[in-house]
């Protein structure tokens, strides 16, 4: 079993800036991807951004690229998203999630893909 806890989500002002973080642990573990995701009241979950386990490819969606960045520290099973000049529409439940994977560079930004998910950590943005 692998268990996550992110940590970092709270309130802040449209403009703003927050860092989650995701601590990973539990069984051995090695050669894992690892990605975002949110969900807002009344939405679908939407993934957000994802990382490979060499750390050496990134995906974002669309709404966020150029504002978000995703990085990880596999030597503390720790993967961030730190999000700056954040919008109202940002506002979600953010959960990190995460899979064994076979390829270093290999990405993952379908939700069925990933294998363990934390409980969510929650972003409110104000206008």
């Known amino acids: 079993q692998v268990q996550l806890a992110e940590s970092g989500g709270g309130l802040v002002q449209a403009g703003g800036s927050l860092r989650l973080s995701c601590v990973a642990s539990g069984r051995t573990l090695s050669r894992y991807a690892m990605g975002w995701f949110r969900q807002a009241p009344g939405k679908e979950r939407e993934f957000v951004a994802s990382i490979s386990w060499s750390g050496g490819s990134t995906w974002y969606t669309d709404s966020v690229k150029g504002r978000f960045t995703i990085s990880r520290d596999n030597a503390k099973n720790t993967v961030y998203l730190q999000m700056n000049n954040l919008k109202p529409e940002d506002t979600a439940v953010y959960s990190c999630?995460?899979?064994?994977?076979?390829?270093?560079?290999?990405?993952?930004?379908?939700?069925?893909?990933?294998?363990?998910w934390g409980q969510g950590t929650q972003v409110t943005v104000s206008s």
């Open positions: 999630a995460f899979v064994f994977t076979s390829g270093p560079n290999r990405i993952y930004t379908e939700s069925y893909e990933y294998r363990y």
